[in-house]
Structures are given as structure tokens and as C-alpha cells.
């Protein structure tokens, strides 16, 4: 008999008792007591104090910034279960002002470090007990050189939980009292954005043409909160980037994605380079749906005539039996993970829209949230999240600090899961109506992160040089949107979605800026890997966890090196990654030759 999951997740044994547990607030008071004690004893470090006084300082910082994550995470899926969920938004502001505390321990430390003699600094970094974070504190080093004096990075800090994360969480309130009335079945319902959005992907054009008056109409209504919060939130962070003498706006972004600036250029010329590769499938799908061109709500929709979905319970017995044959030990992390309710994929009201992982470095768990419809979309996000959620579990057994990977590696992860799951849904199609379909739906993956990514890549670049001249009106935005999604999908569509930039949470992320292009890095160097992975067979699988597991401990570019021999500042591995994308264009078109 196949098993039967549940699709609500357990947070009971992270802490019991959900928003009122007392258990979550006694450790928020344990950091809040602990960490001014450590940035005391960080203060008093001398420059050459002994590898024993630094370890003091390192470990603390590395168990309290696990506590922090714990906690976070708990919240995050507290608020994402339940938008309506009103102790855990303020516990989430309670956490906020415990954060800031922590970026100013982490200020503190980075001080330190750079006042350490570069010698005692090299044998302090060979030591075994600091070895393996050794990557993380040389980036401590190398920051506080480019940062403010401590003093006011701290009153930045402090400054930043009212004056910048509290517009992200505005974002988050807009969201939460949105309910769109939609008419279906003779009845109309009043549905969350995350409801309507699941919508969207209808097969029926007419519902998602709908659907989409209803999404851009509810948004417009949203638009003059929306357009206060992302111009304050830009605003902040340019008044910060002009105090510290940095003038290019992704430098932040790049350092947290340990990645050069010559290799995003490198990716996105590829990418422009070869957009034109995708335009004969954007012209036959129009065609498929009869009309002259795709619309905005067409991009991501279904074929005609594709009905398949996949129960809950099928669609985790297909991602376990596909990670398999890519490697056992994925196959059962997968299972895990279904078995110990680590997923939340429920369809019902109440629910943020999206999905995501969040890992629990205290209780070695992660925690999956998506809203699961039964749709090959569905599926293919699932495994996604399971991806991210193996990159995690593979290296819980590192230090924290050397567990801290970033954004694009992580897509990384997430996507080549995804790969594996849905081009053996290829492989296996029992028709051409089902090999289509399922063709389909990877290349509109191709599509978002070649076109749409790019797109919000060039809105976000172009709004935040607007911006440096002062706040831009809705309308404003509104252009800037349309303008970059015709750039982006090469003005093939009839229909473009002005106020996307209201829509995406993404644009309201205070812990990552520009959440975008380390998506298309993701999806492009899994490309890669995948290629790689098919060369070699069997045996690659333990070569992908050790690259993996050194995701938090080196650049981009030297992981590339180290784990592939290629050299991501040039065009050769994303032109080859790009050509492996493109071979599904191929298929597609001749299998839908008339």
C-alpha cells in the first residue's frame, strides 16, 4: 500500500504551543540576556589576545546566531501558516530588535578582527578550532574595512528595526488583510492573494483572464501603501550605502552572494545573448491557445487539454523515487521529511502565497511551506523546496557559521532537485500529449528566470537609480515595470503586469536585496551540474554533496573551480548551460510540428 502524508506540518516539537508558547519566549529572553553579555566581551578582546580568548568569543556568537535562526524560522512559519496570526507579528518585532542586538555583536567582533596583526591573524585562522569557519571571519575582516566606524553601524542597526525591516513587515500587513472577491460556480468567495494566485495557473484562459483583472485590480487598490513602502525601504538603504562610499548599488547584494560583479555581467549577457532562442516557443504556444501572442497570465499557464494532476501522496512517492536515481541517501531525506510532516502544503484559506524552506540549525530540521493544488507546477515546486532542504541537511554537522550559504547556491540546490524530478516526468511520459505538457512546463521554468528574473532584475537596477533623485510616484513604478518586463520578455507579449512590483514580496525582502538575479545564477549553474551529473553517472552524487558542503565556505568562483574546473567570469559554462536549456525548445517544437 502507498503511504498516506500528512500536508500540515509538526512545528510542535521546534516550540510547543504555537504563537503562546512559553518556551519560545523564555528563548527570546535567553538572547536577549545573552548576547549584550558577549558584545561586552568582544569589546574587551585585545588584538593579540590568545586563540583561546577568541574562541571564547567565536563559539557564543556562532550558538546565539543558532538561536536566532530557530527562532526566525519558527516565526516565519507561525506568520506563513496564518496571516492572520497577530502574537506571532509581534513576537516577529520582538525578534527584529534581538537581530539588530546581534548585528551589533557581529559589528563588534569585525572590529576586532581587523585590528588582529595579519600574522597572529594567519595562525589564528589555521588553528583547528577555528579552520572551518575561517572563510566567514575573513569576510568579518575584509567588511569592517569597508563599513562605518562600529559606533554608527550600531546606531544603524539599532536604527534599522523601525526605520527599514519595519517597512518589509508593512508588506506583510498589506498582504494579510487582502481578500480579492472572485465569482465561480454561480458563488462568490473572498479569497486570500495566496488563493487567487493558485488560480492563475487554470487551464481555463477565461478563468485565468479573470483572474488576473481581479489580481491587478487588488494590487492598484494596494498600490499608494505599496509605493510608501518600497521607496522607504530604498531609500534607507541608499542613505546607508552613500555613508559608507558605496556607489554601486549591487555590492551589497554581490558580497552576500560571494560572487563578482564580472560574472553577473557574464550570466546576463549569456542571457540577453540567447533570449532570442525561446521566442519560437512563446510563438507556437500562442499559437496552441489561439491567440497572436501570449499575455501575461499565458506565460506560466498549462497547455489546452492538459489536465494531469497528481494526488499529494503521488506526487511524494514520485520526487523520492526520482531523487533515488540520482542518489539513495536524497531518496531518503525525501522520505523523512514526508514521514516527520516537515511540509505544510494544505490548500486553504488564511495561508501567505508563495513557497519556501527554513532550516532549524538547533534542532537539525527544516521546515518546507508551499499550497499544493496537484499541478506538474506544484510538484516540480515541491521538489524544489526538498532540494533546498538536502542542502541543509547535508551540512548540519558543520559550524554555523560555516552552514551560512548563500542565496544563489542555495537556488542552486533547489533547482537541480527540481531538474531531476521533472526531466524523469519527461523521460517517463506514457503520450506526446503528456511528453508535451510536461516539456511545457520545464521551459516556462527557463522562461521565468531567463525573462521574468531579468526583468525584475532590470526594474529593481533602474528604480533604485530613479530613486537616488527621490520617491517615485505609483504611476512612476508602474512604467518602470512595464518597461523592464518588455526588455525582459523580449516585447512578445500582449499583456504585461504594471504593478508587479506592488505584488512580489521579493521587493520587500530586508535580509537579501536584489532577491533576484540569484535565482537565474541558481538556475544556470544547475544546468551545469546537471550536465555534469549525466556525464558521470552514479558517482557524481557524492561529488555534489561535497560541493554542497563548501557552498558557505568559499566564493562562487572558486567553488566553480574546485568542484567543476570551470570559470564562471567567462561565457563558455553558461553558454553550455544555456545550450542544455535550449535542447527542450528543440523537442518541444518538433514534437508540436503540425
Known sequence: MSATYSQTWDLENIFSGGSESSTLVQHLEKLEHELPLLKKYIETLEPTASLASWVDAIQPLQKLGSGLVEARSFLDCL???????????????????????????????????????????????????????????????????????????????????????????????????????????????????????????????EVRQRVFEKWEEAWRNEADLCAVTINHLAGYRLQLYKRRQWENVLKEPLDL????????????????????????????KAEMLGVDQLSWHDVQAPLPGNKQTLSYDEAAKFIIEQFKRFSPDMASFAQMAFEKRWIEAEDRPGKRPGGFMTDFPISGESRIFMTFSGTPSCVSTLAHELGHAYHTYVMKDLPFLAQQYAMNVAET??????????????????????????????IQSTIAFLMDIHSRFLFETRFYEARKQGPLTRDELCGLMVEAQKEGFADMLAEYHPHFWASKLHFYATDMPFYNFPYTFGYLFSAGIYARALQEGAGFATKYVDLLRDTASMTV???????LGVDLTQPDFWQDAMDLLMADVDEFLALTEA
Open 413 to 442: 540546490a533547489s533547482t537541480f532537485a527540481e531538474v531531476i524530478v521533472i526531466d524523469a516526468a519527461i523521460k517517463q511520459a506514457t503520450s506526446k500529449e503528456e511528453k508535451m505538457a510536461l516539456l511545457a512546463d520545464k
Open 557 to 563: 568562483e572558486e567553488l566553480g573551480k574546485r568542484h
Open 257 to 284: 552572494n560571494r560572487m563578482e560583479g564580472q560574472t553577473l555581467q557574464t550570466m546576463w549577457d549569456v542571457v540577453a545573448k540567447n533570449k532570442h532562442r525561446l521566442l519560437p516557443y512563446m510563438k507556437r
Open 79 to 205: 506568520e506563513s501558516q496564518n496571516v492572520k496570526d497577530e502574537k506571532a507579528k509581534v513576537l516577529s518585532g520582538k525578534l527584529t530588535q534581538i537581530g539588530a542586538t546581534y548585528e551589533a555583536v557581529i559589528t563588534a567582533l569585525e572590529s576586532k578582527v581587523a585590528q588582529v596583526p595579519e600574522s597572529d591573524w594567519q595562525q589564528l585562522m589555521k588553528s583547528p578550532e577555528l579552520n572551518q569557519v575561517s572563510f566567514s571571519l575573513n569576510e568579518m575582516r575584509k567588511r569592517s574595512l569597508e563599513k562605518l566606524p562600529p559606533a554608527q553601524e550600531e546606531l544603524a542597526g539599532d536604527l534599522s528595526v523601525d526605520g527599514y525591516h519595519a517597512w518589509s513587515e508593512m508588506y506583510s500587513t498589506i498582504v494579510g488583510r487582502m481578500q480579492v472577491p472572485f465569482e465561480e460556480g454561480g458563488e462568490t468567495k473572498l479569497l486570500s492573494v495566496g488563493q487567487l494566485a493558485n488560480k492563475m495557473a487554470s487551464p481555463d484562459r
